[in-house]
């Protein structure tokens, strides 16, 4: 027996041992090639090493064929591809949608991402829904559950629509309780405007315009579409003056901004007893985030040091003050924004008599050289006199715009994009909007346009009426929107729906 002859024994100890060896060797050299795959790397015929990169490429709807360079690709969205470096015309197709498609270059271990192709139906079919009468407003609830659409016979009336079931929206009417608005009179029309939408998607804070005795007032209302009979008049309970306005504080109802033109102060008022909480003065212009960041324009700088002829941009982070810089003063419009992505913060600010907007990356952090110095902008995005400014939905992208003239940021590949758009705006749209995270849309000569943040993929949808926003769907399978009629009388004007799938 082997294991009784002690020089067998060591002899099959060695065999042994050389086979753990072998085994280890072959998992680390199958570990290597795995991983040197993973990041692009192959043989070509001529036994050369290349570096391909890897493509991940999704769409809506999912299962697209996907060609480059006119070769169709062996598998479908959703998918990788590895690929030899190279320019590639990337197309994404499917029967029945609109091809999309962009040129992009591939170098050797790029990872790139693609998932957010959209394919639109060839052909649009929209159905009225019902028709309507010009709404006094039109709006949708950030989760895109619910539309409401102020009944124009009927003030402090909406129709309501829920989307649950996108193809058969349910249609209510929510009605203000007599008493919480003003009913005013006949000198005068009366209107209803959107100021914002509490994040719950059930309270809505409107601003109700109207006339009594020949003079116009306005006051604001805090609509509860889900039990109307709890709908706030907060000109009312706060005992605002017709100089002040109201904002929500971190997009609840527990708490408001109140701000007064008349003497540029901006307080933040408790829901509960109306006390001010803060107040801070010489505030010409405002945008929060969260319970903790308030970005303003004031002409009393923290510091003391006003410049003649400018104003300045500030970051109050909590308790802690930050100048970011100075602005052009006596402008139609200071443009503010602030939102996270990845974890970083974004501030931007502009103004419209200024030659662009500035992004600042977490200047909470940033340490300057002295007292007198400001936080270095980390980019600036080149739109002459811009006036808006806004994220996308997943706040990847900023866009900033004056009319036609577009300059957009891509904060994951650090990118920037200016262009452009030769289609005119439809009045009174002061300015595109986002869609979605990635695509941004207006009406140009009565039609929905849809484009990418790049300007790719134009698309032209249906007919739109630019007195109103569009509407999606929460899974983005339907578009709603308003139709407007003919003055002859021959097209009603009409709210519609539009399936973006093709069945």
Known sequence: MDFLDPKKERQNQIRLMIGYALVTLAIGIATLVLLYQAYGYGIDRQGNVTQSGILFVSSQPTGANISLNGQRYKASTNTKAVIPAGTYALQIAQEGYRTWQRQIVINGGDVQHFDY?????????????????DPSMATQS??????????????????????????????????????????????????????????????????????????????????????????????????????????????????????DSSNQSLQRISAADGSVISKLDHILAFKSYGDNELLYVTDAPPNGKAVSGQVTAVLLDGQKTITLRNLPASASVYDLNLAQYSGDWYIVVGASNDDGAYIYKNPQTQTVSSVDKLPAPWRRLAVDAPTYLAFSSNTQFIVAENGQEFAVYDLENVIQYHYHASEPIDQPQLHATWMDGDRLLYVSGGKLLVFDYDYRNRQLLTSSNPNY?????????????????????GVKPAFGSTPLTVK
């Open 117 to 133: 192709p959209f394919l639109f139906p060839k052909n649009l079919q929209t159905s009225d829904t019902a028709l309507i009468s």
């Open 142 to 259: 950030p989760d895109k559950r619910w539309i409401l659409l102020g009944q124009t016979e009927n003030s402090g009336s909406f129709t309501e629509y829920d989307l649950k079931n996108p193809a058969k929206p349910v249609t209510t009417t929510v009605a203000l309780p007599a008493g919480s608005f003003t009913a005013g009179d006949d000198t005068g029309p009366q209107s209803w405007t959107l100021v914002e939408w509490a994040a719950d998607s059930r309270h809505v804070l409107l601003q109700h315009t109207y006339n009594s005795k020949g003079t116009q007032s306005r006051e604001f209302i805090l609509l509860d579409r889900d039990t109307p009979a709890n709908s706030v008049n907060l000109t009312t309970n706060l005992k605002l003056s017709q100089t002040e306005t109201v904002n929500l504080f971190n997009n609840r109802t527990a708490q408001f901004y109140v701000y």
């Open 469 to 489: 926003q569009a509407f999606f769907a929460q899974d983005y399978s339907y578009l709603y929107g308003l139709k407007a009629g003919s003055a002859d009388g």
